[in-house]
C-alpha cells in the first residue's frame, strides 16, 4: 500500500521520535521513505534488541533494516565524539 503525504516522515517527526540527530542523519532516515511506525519500531531495536529477541521477535528487515543501521551508525559516532582521548604512555607523568 503506497504511503500518503501524512505517513511521510519530516525531519520533526525523526527528531521527535528518537531525540537529536543532525541533520544527515534526519535526512537520511527520511530518504528511507519509512512511516513513523517504522521508525519507532528500529528505534525500539537500536535501543533494546536483547528483550525483544527474548520475546521471539524477528529481526527487522526491509526499511526497518536500515533505519536500525542508521541509527547504529549514528549513535557509534556520538559515542566516538564524546569518548574521552585515549592516554599515552607517559602523558601527565
Do not use: F, H
Not at 9 to 16: E, I, Y
Not at 43 to 56: C, D, F, I, K, R
Request: hydrophobic fraction near 40%; aromatic fraction near 2%; charged fraction near 30%.
Amino acid at each position: 500500500m503506497p504511503q500518503t503525504t501524512s505517513e511521510t516522515l519530516t525531519r520533526d517527526d525523526v527528531r521527535a521520535l528518537v531525540g537529536p540527530v543532525d541533520d544527515i542523519v534526519a535526512a537520511e532516515i527520511v530518504g528511507t521513505g519509512a512511516t513513523r511506525e517504522e521508525l519507532a519500531r528500529a528505534y525500539a531495536w537500536v535501543e533494546n534488541n536483547e528483550p525483544m529477541l527474548n520475546e521471539g521477535r524477528r529481526l527487522p528487515t526491509g526499511r526497518e533494516a536500515r533505519l536500525v543501521e542508521i541509527l547504529e551508525e549514528a549513535a557509534a559516532e556520538d559515542d566516538e565524539a564524546v569518548a574521552p582521548p585515549a592516554a599515552t604512555p607517559g602523558d601527565g607523568e
